[in-house]
């Protein structure tokens, strides 16, 4: 009876998680961080809920192995049977092995999540855009050149119009 319960509480547990999705898309926009806390416990239940087979099938392989010494195959009906203790052992171990994986990917999303969310507020702080026209109310305009910068700049010229024509020379 006592397993009857906790199946009752787990089925209703895992609809009553389904029908959160059910509600109009304006009420998630309006909350997105409710709505991505609901969203992460139901990836958790999904990933929890189904691993349990898989996890069920290696946990009596295992512990037949640990406890008996012996492989029994648990999909053959003609191999000896567990008795009913060691039953709820496995089926116990099988859960909260479950509930780990389950609560695992769930703390690896959410530290995923933290940090690109920290990555990103960094990067919004050390980047700052400038718009065009107040860098012009910003910046002094550009003063007119001196006599003597203007052949600097010729002589500079000369030099390297004579330096490439001289090379042109040795190699053509």
Not at 7 to 19: D, G, P
Not at 35 to 56: C, H, M, N, Q, Y
Not at 61 to 67: D, K, R, T
Not at 102 to 126: H, P, V, W, Y
């Amino acid at each position: 009876m006592k397993i009857f319960r906790i199946f009752c509480f787990l089925c209703i547990f895992s609809f009553s998680s389904t029908f959160v999705f059910c509600e109009p898309a304006e009420s998630h926009a309006e909350n997105t961080e409710t709505a991505r806390w609901v969203k992460d416990l139901r990836r958790t239940e999904i990933i929890t809920f189904g691993s349990l087979p898989f996890v069920g099938l290696w946990t009596t392989v295992g512990y037949g192995l640990a406890v008996h010494g012996t492989f029994h195959n648990p999909l053959n009906k003609s191999t000896s049977r567990y008795t009913q203790t060691e039953q709820k052992e496995i089926f116990a171990i099988s859960a909260a092995v479950s509930i780990g994986l389950g609560l695992t990917d769930l703390a690896i999303n959410l530290i995923t999540r933290n940090l690109k969310k920290s990555r990103q507020d960094r990067m919004e702080k050390t980047i700052m855009v400038i718009p065009f026209s107040q860098q012009i109310k910003d910046f002094p305009p550009p003063q007119e050149p001196d006599d003597e910068e203007i052949l600097r700049e010729k002589d500079e010229k000369q030099k390297k119009e004579y330096l490439i024509g001289g090379l042109e020379d040795a190699v053509f």
